[in-house]
């Protein structure tokens, strides 16, 4: 069946450090990919998606890869401010070989924490 | 993208009652919605999909008769938690559908669950 794994946290950074949380995924279609965000006490909000192989998927200043080869879609961002810190979720969402299909995969979430 | 909101936003009963979350789609028709459970520092785990004006699906191992679902209209998704005990005490989240082909889910800010 399909999977997430995400690097376990909490991940700890200085405010303009870079940031990577990694990603890797199984799934036995197409899958595209997400990265989701949830702030303290609110619910999770899409952070960024790419569809397909090869695909770059970015936003506020977050990016990530689709890798079809490594099946990898790790996170990463330039500099982090301390509003940055959440709970980051990879997830997948497996369209099979029909192209149907919409039941969302998630990994475990990694809490980041970034201080002054 | 989609809005969606849930309430109450929390709840605390008594072990032994019964509590419905609703969900609904500001503004969007949303023929499909997701229910979520998610555990302190844990991922969410798909619980059921919603379908409107049919019988909910169920995920491996959640209880259906504990579990009450109800798509009663485009706009509105219940779950109904039946004679809760403080097992269930969870976050519940509902997301819906929106552009098949990106297969994206919109979530709800989550429901906070507290049995006593």
């Known amino acids: 069946g399909d999977s997430v794994t995400q690097m376990e946290g909490p991940v700890t950074l200085s405010e303009e450090a870079f940031l990577t949380i990694n990603c890797t995924y199984t799934a036995t279609g197409y899958p595209s990919l997400f990265w989701y965000v949830q702030y303290p006490g609110e619910g999770l909000q899409l952070l960024l998606k790419?569809?397909?192989?090869?695909d770059k998927g970015s936003n506020k200043g977050f990016e990530a890869t689709y890798r079809k080869e490594t099946t990898s879609f790790h996170l990463e961002k330039g500099s982090v401010q301390v509003s940055d810190s959440a709970v980051y979720f990879c997830?997948?969402?497996?369209?099979?070989?029909?192209?149907?299909?919409?039941?969302?995969?998630f990994g475990t979430g990694t809490q980041l924490k970034v201080e002054l | 993208g989609a809005v969606v909101s849930q309430h109450p936003s929390w709840v605390i009963c008594k072990s032994g009652t019964s509590v419905k979350i609703e969900c609904r789609s500001l503004d969007f028709q949303a023929t499909t919605m997701f229910w979520y459970r998610q555990f302190p520092k844990q991922s969410l785990m798909l619980m059921a999909t919603?379908?409107?004006?049919?019988?909910?699906?169920?995920e491996q191992g959640v209880e259906k008769d504990k579990f009450l679902i109800n798509h009663a209209s485009l706009t509105l998704s219940t779950l109904t938690v039946t004679s809760a005990h403080p097992e269930d005490s969870s976050f519940y989240i509902c997301s819906n559908r929106e552009g098949a082909s990106y297969n994206e889910q919109f979530f709800g800010p989550g429901t906070r669950l507290t049995v006593l």
């Open positions: 997830a997948l969402s497996d369209r099979g070989l029909t192209g149907g299909g919409n039941k969302l995969t």
């Open positions: 790419a569809t397909k192989a090869d």
């Open positions: 919603s379908n409107e004006g049919s019988k909910a699906t169920y």
